[in-house]
């Protein structure tokens, strides 16, 4: 076993505070990544508090990791000491159902195992992620990062990025297409870098009239404000994807009324209850409502290889260890232009 730290939250209401803890040896087929910077997704905050009455404490969150591989199993084939590497929001998963055998390991038919808040296949042991020193994940749940992009902005790709390229690409989103993506928050504004880049017409559409200006710089054509009635009617019967980030439980009914006939809006922020749809709202234009979970290990190394092409990083906030406290706070209040990064050197 080698000593690791980061820091924990010991129950639903406590502050994250330092925790000193155990991780495994790199078996034969483990890659360990000395972790540099870890970005703070908004379900690191639902899970931390119980929003979705699963938690396991002790909890060290963390799920969107870039470091630099200081050690690799004698059977790892991709990885050497030194690569830039990613690790998400799964370590593992049972590699042979149908999900897996497919690339899509975070639909695995015995349930993936995530980076923190779960245990590691075959035990009890806890999970513990990327708000710490270093992980030690199996060779095929890490990613390589693309020589040309800012690493510290890379950190939010690996769940932000992920879980907004793959639906968008699930609806093949193209030119010609009117795409709206919901909520102006780590996953949204990713949400909106990518379906530009990918040749759509992007709204923006937003509680929060002041986040236009910023819309309109990471790619937006236009901003629909979601509280506005009058654009909300301007815009009905128009959109043919819209992507919903919003975090909380919410009426989607509005949102159905702006999608045209046969548009699907993907839904990847309520893991909780929605407030109830009617049925008309679907039935009359023959929508239709999907959930999207990250994506596969494969497809987030496409995804990580598009943003090399493309050029596309996450826009961060950097913090230090110590403040990530207030930057939860600041996060639950809606006020983060993106992404808070962490940056690891600050724990030592
Ligand atoms: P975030 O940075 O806090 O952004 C959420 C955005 O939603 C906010 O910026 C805000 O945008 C909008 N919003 C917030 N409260 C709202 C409300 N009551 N009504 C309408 N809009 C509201 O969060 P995030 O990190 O992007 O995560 C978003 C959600 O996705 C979280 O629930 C997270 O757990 C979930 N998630 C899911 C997956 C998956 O695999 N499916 C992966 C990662 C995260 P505006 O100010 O523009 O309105
Ligand atoms: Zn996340």
Redesign the pocket.
Known sequence: MAHAHGYAVQDAKSPLVPFQFERREPGPHDVCVDILYCG????D??QARNDWSNSLYPMVPGHEIVGRVSAVGAHVKNFKVGDIAGVG?MVDSCRQCAACNADLE?YCAEGATWTYNGTERGSDKLTFGGYSDHVVVEERFVVKVPGNLDIKAVAPLL??GI?TYSPLRHVKVGAGQKVGV????????MGVKFAKAMGAHVV?????PD?GKD?KRLGADDILV?RDPAAMAQHAGSFDFLLN????G?DVNPYLGLLKLDGKMG?????TAIDPIIGGNLIFGRKSIF????GGMAETQEMLDFCGKHNIVSDVEMIAIKDVNHAWER??K?D?R??FVIDMATLA
Request: charged fraction near 5%; charge should be positive; hydrophobic fraction near 40%.
């Open positions: 703070i997704c908004h379900s905050l639902h929001c975070q769940c932000a879980t919901i909520g102006l928050g780590g996953l949204g504004h923006m559409i937003t509680t929060s986040k819309a979601s980030t919003i975090p909380v919410h839904m990847v922020g309520v893991l959930g999207s979970g990250i996060m639950e809606n983060v993106y992404r």
